[in-house]
């Protein structure tokens, strides 16, 4: 079962990020998860990561491109390029497109990236994908943390505050004292 869906991405990837990354989810005998996510405008390859084997933790396998297989947007991208490194790629979008821009001074770092996220599910089930600077993505492609009637759970609002505030909400690290402090308040003797 093949699924893809649209998004907006804004490049805020700061210091703050982790750039964890990979899948969860159950994999029969002969099963694959992949996960790929396509720069839209250039179908240009972002993110790619599968798992064949069933995994509670966050796990994946990157590919290795060379830049001469992932097509005309790919033209900033390393000579060899591991298809985890979402910061690389999508840094190297953003150069594409300020180069190809006629409009200066060009906002770098702060414009839309419409992304696809295509998902393939062979005898297996995902459960949740983390991408840094997306979050967690259910098997549906929503934001994992909400409904999916909620405004938040459309990860085209990924980058709005309202979006970010619930996330951070939502998921709490309980190493920050300010985050504890809010996971008790909401969360209470849970944690």
Known sequence: MCMCFLLMFIMELEGK???ENGIKGVVNAGGKIDVKIYAETTNTLVYH????????????I???YNKSALGSGAIYYPNTWNS???KTSLGSI??????SSKIH???FLRHNINLKIQITEANSVMEICKIPGLGLIDRNGG????????YCYDLRHAADFVTKAWSHFKSPDINKPID????AQVFGDLI
Do not use: W
């Open 84 to 86: 985890r490194d979402i």
């Open 180 to 183: 504890l402090v809010l996971a």
């Open 49 to 60: 990561a599968y798992i064949t084997s069933t995994s509670s933790a966050f796990a994946g």
């Open 105 to 107: 001074p060009f906002p």
């Open 94 to 99: 953003e150069r594409f497109s300020y180069d």
């Open 17 to 19: 990020e982790t750039m």
């Open 143 to 150: 934001n994992y943390l909400f409904h999916p009637n909620h």
């Open 62 to 64: 990157g590919t290795v």
